[in-house]
């Protein structure tokens, strides 16, 4: 499953397409408060890439720019808010939520922690390194392993679809989403993120379905921006 866990789609391509929107518009409200202009926010550029990426409307993307920049008279106040602790079998995993009320998030993600383990700040992310995750492809067949080199990034890996999964320092996430177009690579998505140092291995396909299916009712939260698990394969 890698470092970031993602749901099995579905539901609707329509509503799939709605929730990611969703996730990104978020995305790009909080890093615009640092400033609209995206050659001077580096947080904003990786969000506006993104969200391109996945053919976001360009008026739905100058919407959240204006709103999380304060420039459309509009208040936005999105918080950060990350959540420990233990799918079924122990299997360890990070909640990350973007919400505009904590105390409704913390009690509704609570409640879907319950098949689990809700744990305190600290009681997991000691087995995660917080890292740059930088999702990219390329048609041309270019090393990956040269690339991560000279693209200064610190590792990389398989990702979904036949993508490489690039890991670098959380401060050189955006240069080296810059210089990898340089080495063949076309960015797809770029954030901080977790990656787990001892992902569990031994559960059967029956446990296994478990963990999914209690992952699955963690990501469908509205609230809900990542999930990272600490799960091989």
């Not at 106040?77 to 409704?104: K, M, S, W």
């Not at 031994?202 to 379905?209: C, D, F, R, V, Y």
């Not at 009712?217 to 091989?232: E, F, P, R, S, T």
């Amino acid at each position: 499953m890698g470092a970031q866990w993602k749901a099995k789609p579905k539901e609707a391509a329509a509503n799939a397409r709605g929730k990611i929107f969703g996730r990104l518009v978020k995305e790009i409200m909080v890093a615009a408060r640092n400033g609209a202009d995206p050659d001077m926010n580096p947080k904003l550029r990786l969000a506006i890439h993104q969200a391109k990426k996945a053919s976001m409307p360009k008026d739905t993307l100058d919407r959240a720019i204006k709103k999380g920049a304060g420039l459309s008279g509009e208040t936005v106040n999105f918080e950060r808010t990350t959540y420990e602790g233990f799918a079924p079998h122990q299997v360890p995993l990070i909640v990350e939520c973007l919400t505009d009320n904590v105390n409704r998030t913390v009690a509704e993600i609570r409640v879907l922690f319950r098949k689990g383990q809700m744990g305190s700040s600290g009681s997991v992310t000691w087995d995660f390194d917080h890292v740059g995750l930088i999702e990219a492809s390329s048609d041309s067949g270019a090393d990956p392993e040269l690339a991560a080199i000279e693209a200064g990034a610190q590792d990389f890996d398989e990702a979904d679809e036949g993508n490489t999964l690039f890991i670098t320092e959380p401060t050189d996430l955006d240069l080296v989403s810059r210089a990898l177009p340089e080495q063949g690579f076309t960015v797809n998505s770029a954030k901080l993120g977790y990656r787990p140092k001892n992902p569990v291995t031994s559960l059967t396909p029956e446990q296994l379905e478990e963990v999914e299916a209690f992952l699955e009712a963690i990501d469908n939260h509205d609230d809900v921006q990542n999930v990272y698990v600490g799960l091989a394969g």
